[in-house]
């Protein structure tokens, strides 16, 4: 069964959108896929292309972007994921202009969203440390006064985006006595930035071409002008405000991942035979297409509702939590039948599936893990 991958969000502009970022895909993102996979990050030029084609931070507003919406953002997302294309980090990217477009000040808004918007500045975000990654207030990272402004010390790991990272928002303590209202959120420009010390790319499972690093902050001197929204406390309230929007991403780019990998698996068993027939006509292959087509289809109505209301500024925390638990533990099953279905060739990096298999296991984890996703349903029962 071919699935058809209308969204009930899409419209004719949208369509041409998609166009235009399935165009750039091939002529820009493709191409290079391989070698980025071994060099493990995608370099600066694919983000201002990216930039200069109109891709990024498509939601951003007007006068400093293109004014578009959650839905301009879906369609990139999108397309990336059916390919398995994890290089660049556009959600990360387009995450940090939202914290400063909803938490920053004027000027900070002025000064780095238009950098963001062209990609000669590539955003990060910095919450994890070696030691603590679900447990946000026992970040270890301090953030003290010093004259008018602030020196920044401490570790941060597992950081997307990391290596090519011009911008990075680092989470902070200013008050270690004060709990959630003891952290701060700081603007760090890593251009010319003495004590700021980028670590290894480090070596994943999967998102083979997406650089993920540790950040070092050695006394890293920042003015007051880059603590966001330029009070002092609003670090854990500012990164709960843009939750439902992250984790619905994750959900967003979970099914588009299955989709992808449904066709690629429809297309492969009709071509491959065992036995004298092709693997396609074994009831097992067709009740196992029947279960992901199934699955598939639920999700995308419940995905698309999420799209719906988030555009409208009505999707809460925990439906979003759900979004993201159930898109990412379905993109799981799926991948992992697919891989199966292509028996020993599923297990090959050049086989799109292979590669969707290793991407998959992170949505689990990253953004909040599902244990996390399943504690913050639970309280708003
Ligand atoms: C590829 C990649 C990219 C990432 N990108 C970023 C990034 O850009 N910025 C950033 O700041 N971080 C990033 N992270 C970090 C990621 O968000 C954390 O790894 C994640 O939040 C889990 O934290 P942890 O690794 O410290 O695991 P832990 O918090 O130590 O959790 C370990 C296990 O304990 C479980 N657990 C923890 N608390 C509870 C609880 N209360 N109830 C039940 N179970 C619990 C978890 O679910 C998990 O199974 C990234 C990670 C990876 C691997």
């Not at 660049?88 to 990217?93: G, K, R, T």
Request: with cysteine; proline share 3%.
């Amino acid at each position: 069964m071919a699935l058809t991958f209308r969204r009930s969000w899409s419209d004719p502009d949208l369509d041409q959108y998609r166009d235009t970022v399935v165009r750039f895909i091939d002529e820009h993102m493709l191409p290079g896929d391989e070698a980025a996979r071994h060099r493990g990050h995608v370099g600066h030029e694919l983000w201002r292309q990216a930039g200069q084609t109109g891709l990024l931070c498509t939601d951003i507003p007007e006068p400093w972007g293109a004014g578009g919406d959650f839905r301009h953002e879906a369609v990139l997302y999108e397309e990336m994921a059916r390919r398995s294309l994890t290089g660049m980090n556009a959600s990360v990217h387009t995450i940090v202009a939202h914290y400063l477009l909803n938490h920053g000040t004027d000027a900070q808004r002025q000064r780095y969203l238009p950098r963001l918007v062209s990609g000669e500045c590539v955003g990060a975000i910095a919450m994890t440390e070696p030691g603590t990654g679900s447990d946000l207030q026992g970040i270890r990272t301090r953030a003290e006064r010093r004259g008018t402004g602030y020196v920044i010390n401490g570790s941060k790991t597992f950081i997307s985006n990391g290596f090519l990272a011009g911008l990075v928002l680092v989470v902070a303590k200013t008050d270690p006595t004060q709990g959630a209202r003891g952290l701060s959120i700081f603007i760090v420009d890593t251009a010319d930035c003495p004590g700021y010390r980028v670590g290894r790319v480090l070596d994943k499972m999967g998102l083979k071409a997406q650089d993920t690093s540790e950040l070092f902050f050695d006394d890293v001197a920042v003015g007051p002008e880059q603590l966001l929204g330029g009070r002092e406390g609003q670090g854990f309230f500012q990164l709960m405000a843009d939750l439902p929007y992250e984790r619905l991403i994750i959900g967003v780019t979970a099914l588009a991942a299955m989709e992808g990998a449904y066709q690629a698996t429809l297309d492969y068993v009709r071509e491959r035979k065992a036995f004298g027939q092709p693997i396609a006509d074994f009831q097992n292959t067709r009740f196992k297409l029947a279960e992901m087509a199934t699955e598939i289809t639920v999700g995308r109505a419940f995905i698309d509702r999420c799209v719906e209301d988030l555009v409208a500024g009505r999707l809460d925390t925990a439906t979003a939590s759900m979004a993201k638990l159930w898109g990412s533990e379905a993109q799981g099953r799926v991948v992992d039948a697919c891989v199966q279905l292509f028996g020993g060739y599923g297990y090959m990096n050049e086989y799109l599936v292979a590669r969707m298999y290793t991407d998959a296991r992170i949505q689990r984890i990253y953004g909040g893990t599902s244990e996390i996703m399943k504690e913050v349903i639970a309280r708003a029962l």
